[in-house]
């Protein structure tokens, strides 16, 4: 069976030098806040201080490529400068082409930031059918899949810590 997540980790990451941004958008709220919650635990585990976890919102998953790039700014003009972003969305396919064309492009864009913001934007964004396929991928369904906000956090700290500029 293939494993899903990220499996083992090669080494264990010491985050308690790291600061990390958790953007989230706010449309489908509960499993919205599940991710961020797994998202965070991850992190408290792996070493980052609570109070170097800031976390802002946006409306909905289309805004988090320019509000992660707004982030990173506000926060280095406040002398805080952020480590890796957590970009996190739910979006949910309804019964127009919405769906196809903000998956498409907040991926897109949410990749190339790394890029031009040369540090690690995390790829935290649910692209799903159903309202079921997003809950059971935020650990909202007992017994089926796991959180996957753990994995944003591990990865957030992993490349943060592993790749930097
Ligand atoms: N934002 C999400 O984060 N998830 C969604 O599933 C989602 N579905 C949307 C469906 C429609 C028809 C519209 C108009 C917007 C949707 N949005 C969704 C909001 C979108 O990401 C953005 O916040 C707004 O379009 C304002 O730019």
């Known amino acids: 069976m293939a494993v899903k997540g990220l499996g083992e980790v090669d080494q264990e990451y010491d985050g308690s030098k790291l600061r990390i941004g958790i953007l989230h958008a706010r449309w489908n709220k509960t499993i919205i806040e599940?991710?961020?919650n797994g998202a965070k635990a991850k992190l408290l585990a792996l070493g980052v201080k609570e109070e170097n976890i800031i976390v802002e919102t946006v409306p909905g998953s289309f805004e988090l490529p320019y509000g992660?790039?707004?982030?990173l700014k506000n926060q280095f003009e406040?002398?805080?400068p952020l480590d890796a972003v957590i970009p996190i969305g739910v979006l949910?396919?309804?019964s127009t082409m919405h769906f196809e064309y903000i998956c498409d492009s907040v991926t897109h864009k949410l990749?190339?930031?790394n890029f031009q913001l040369n540090i690690p934007v995390i790829f935290g964004v649910l692209t799903c059918l159903t309202e079921e396929q997003a809950e059971?991928?935020?650990g909202l369904i007992e017994g089926k899949m796991h959180n996957h906000g753990e994995d944003?956090?591990?990865a957030a700290v992993e490349m943060a810590t592993k790749f930097k500029f």
């Open 68 to 71: 992660t790039r707004g982030f």
């Open 111 to 113: 990749m190339d930031l």
């Open 152 to 154: 944003w956090g591990a």
């Open 136 to 138: 059971a991928r935020a």
């Open 34 to 36: 599940a991710l961020v």
């Open 78 to 80: 406040k002398g805080e």
């Open 92 to 94: 949910i396919k309804g």
